[in-house]
């Protein structure tokens, strides 16, 4: 199934940090987000689902890399997100999305499973949180200036798309199920 088919169409513009850490926590009509916003939110609901079945990791991993190259695709098909020819970023936004998905779920799983919220690790997992927030921040606006490079569009531009969906579902992932 397409990025197109999973409703990965639409606005042109990249979502806020403010959008995807709403979506992380579950929060807002998923019928009118941003489709990378209704991405995120499936992102965050695997890094759940990863933590309480760890038997299921490698079906929850590829399911993940599943919706990070749908970001990815829908983010290299719009034509108002031009770019100019530099050395390429070492991850995709797709990535970094996934990066603030497991930064969120852990942050928040500390601040409801500690007693005392002014604990050092529940403030370095915030913190790490909003640097990873202010990182999608600068690379969005980069991105809209032209200053960035997209990241290469994965498996789907070098023909190994179909046999990685097979993968996919040879290891239980229905791609789009959980966005």
């Given at each position: 199934?397409?990025?197109?088919?999973?409703?990965?169409?639409?606005?042109?513009?990249?979502?806020?940090?403010?959008?995807?850490?709403?979506?992380?926590?579950?929060?807002?009509?998923?019928?009118?987000?941003?489709?990378v916003v209704r991405a995120a939110a499936g992102l965050a609901e695997l890094h759940r689902r990863r933590r309480a079945e760890p038997g299921r990791t490698a079906e929850i991993d590829c399911c993940r890399m599943e919706i990070i190259a749908d970001i990815d695709s829908w983010v290299s098909a719009r034509p108002t997100l031009t770019y100019r020819t530099r050395a390429l970023r070492s991850e995709s936004l797709g990535g970094i999305i996934?990066?603030?998905?497991?930064?969120?779920?852990?942050?928040?799983?500390?601040?409801?499973?500690?007693?005392?919220?002014?604990?050092?690790?529940?403030?370095?997992?915030?913190h790490r949180l909003a640097a990873l927030a202010d990182g999608w921040t600068a690379q969005v606006a980069a991105l809209a200036h032209g200053d960035l490079p997209l990241p290469p569009r994965h498996a789907a531009d070098s023909g190994v798309a179909v046999d990685r969906r097979r993968s996919a579902e040879s290891e239980g992932c229905t791609p789009g199920r959980s966005t």
């Open positions: 199934m397409s990025p197109h088919e999973r409703g990965m169409s639409v606005p042109a513009r990249l979502p806020d940090w403010r959008d995807l850490l709403a979506a992380f926590g579950g929060h807002g009509d998923r019928a009118e987000r941003h489709p996934d990066r603030m998905a497991a930064a969120h779920v852990h942050a928040d799983l500390l601040i409801h499973s500690t007693v005392d919220i002014s604990d050092e690790r529940v403030h370095a997992a915030w």
